[in-house]
């Protein structure tokens, strides 16, 4: 069963609708350091009831948008990022493999779309694109997007002709996170700087594709770093459309496997602050779930949150079974986010004919890890 079937409460969101506001708050551009804190410093109750007001003068309350991830081409990364288990200076036993094949990944994000994923996101352990890999990542781009889904991927940094490319074949969505504060990020990443993110930020934005952009709380920051990392997005104008905030996930052989948890309550705040900071963007309760329960979750949702990936696995690491995901869907009303509908002949004709031309030639692939 997909997940847009099990939640039939199509009913309970128009009457959810008829409650929320018709005055969207304007964005704004210029939140001080000073006024983000004293958001953080709000009681819990009040910061909840300022967010879901924001939330609700936005969007529709009980919508959640549903984004499938998937790794296509994993570990051996030249970075340093402490968090990662794809970092190639840290040994996490993770089994490295060159990129997909086109037809691969297109299968998968396919059965990605059956399931009720309305974006699928294609995340690469690179620093940056080669030329050899580059053209393979469009067709997958083409591929997914003839499938009826939105399409997203992460490739590190982009140069001005990449970016021209990708929004070329009419990718939707880059993602390329800042993680943290300017300050905290030299103690996590020492193979780019802050600025390097910030380039490349700006050339997805000039080419005119939608930017995902958001970080990762408990890597042991202080809370002036999370308030740091929510000012620098807010500033961005426009907002990025999407801001996935991920709770570190602890992965053994990386040197963060230890850090001390970050407060379940600190990281709620922190989702309801992003979402009155960027009143108009998708906030995604993202990396982190499956160490949440339920109720968590349900307090991220209230604070704003309406992105998931979904799924039972992010790109390495492990994600709550989307059965799960179903049942707490159905038992809070919560509804999957439209997408464009295609039917089921479509998709199997845009899957034919990715084959057929993969048969015919150049998009077997053939690379190194
Ligand atoms: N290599 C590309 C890059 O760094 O932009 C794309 C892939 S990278 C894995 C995408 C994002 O995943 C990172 O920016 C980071 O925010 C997030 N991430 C990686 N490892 C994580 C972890 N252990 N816990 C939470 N988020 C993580
Ligand atoms: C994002 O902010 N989180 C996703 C996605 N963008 C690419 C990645 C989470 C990765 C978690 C660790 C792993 O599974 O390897
Ligand atoms: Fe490489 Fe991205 Fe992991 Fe950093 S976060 S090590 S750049 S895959």
């Not at 070329?168 to 990020?185: I, P, Q």
């Not at 020492?190 to 930020?201: A, E, H, K, V």
């Not at 500033?235 to 948890?261: A, F, R």
């Not at 991220?300 to 989307?322: H, Q, R, V, W």
């Amino acid at each position: 069963m997909s997940l847009s079937a099990s939640t039939n409460v199509s009913a309970a969101n128009m009457s959810a609708n008829a409650l929320s506001s018709s005055r969207p708050s304007a964005p704004r551009f210029d939140w001080t350091h000073a006024e983000i804190k004293a958001l953080f410093d709000l009681p819990f109750m009040d910061l909840m009831f300022r967010a879901q007001t924001v939330h609700r003068e936005n969007f529709a309350p009980n919508q959640v948008q549903v984004s499938t991830l998937l790794s296509i081409k994993t570990g051996a990364c030249p970075e340093d990022c402490k968090y990662c288990p794809q970092s190639g200076h840290y040994n996490t036993e993770l089994e490295k493999e060159k990129l997909m094949e086109v037809q691969k990944v297109l299968e998968e994000a396919a059965l990605a779309k059956e399931k009720g994923a309305s974006r699928f996101c294609m995340g690469a352990a690179w620093k940056h694109p080669s030329e050899k890999d580059f053209p393979y990542v469009l067709e997958m781009i083409k591929g997914v997007k003839s499938l009826g889904l939105e399409s997203c991927v992460t490739l590190g940094t982009l140069n001005d002709e990449q970016a021209k490319r990708l929004s070329e074949v009419g990718l939707d969505y880059y993602n390329h996170n800042l993680d943290t504060s300017a300050e905290f990020y030299d103690s996590i990443i020492t193979t780019r700087t802050y600025q390097d993110r910030l380039d490349t930020l700006s050339r997805v934005r000039d080419s005119g594709i939608k930017l995902c952009c958001g970080g990762i709380m408990g890597m042991g920051e202080e809370q002036k770093d999370r308030v740091g990392l929510l000012r620098q997005l807010s500033q961005m104008t426009p907002h990025p459309e999407s801001v996935p905030i991920n709770m570190l996930v602890k992965v053994e052989g990386t040197p963060l496997e230890n850090v001390e948890d970050l407060d379940t309550f600190e990281f709620i705040r922190t989702i309801a602050v992003a979402r009155i900071l960027m009143p108009q963007s998708h906030v995604r309760l993202s990396a982190g779930r499956q160490g949440m329960n339920e109720q968590t979750q349900a307090l991220c949702f209230m604070a704003g949150a309406n992105s998931i990936f979904y799924g039972e696995k992010l790109l390495t690491t492990g994600n709550p079974e989307a059965d799960k995901d179903m049942a707490l869907f159905a038992n809070l009303g919560i509804q999957p986010e439209k997408r464009e509908e295609h039917s089921d002949a479509a998709v199997v004709e845009a899957i034919a004919a990715q084959a057929v031309k993969q048969e015919e030639s150049k998009w077997f692939y053939e690379a190194s890890v």
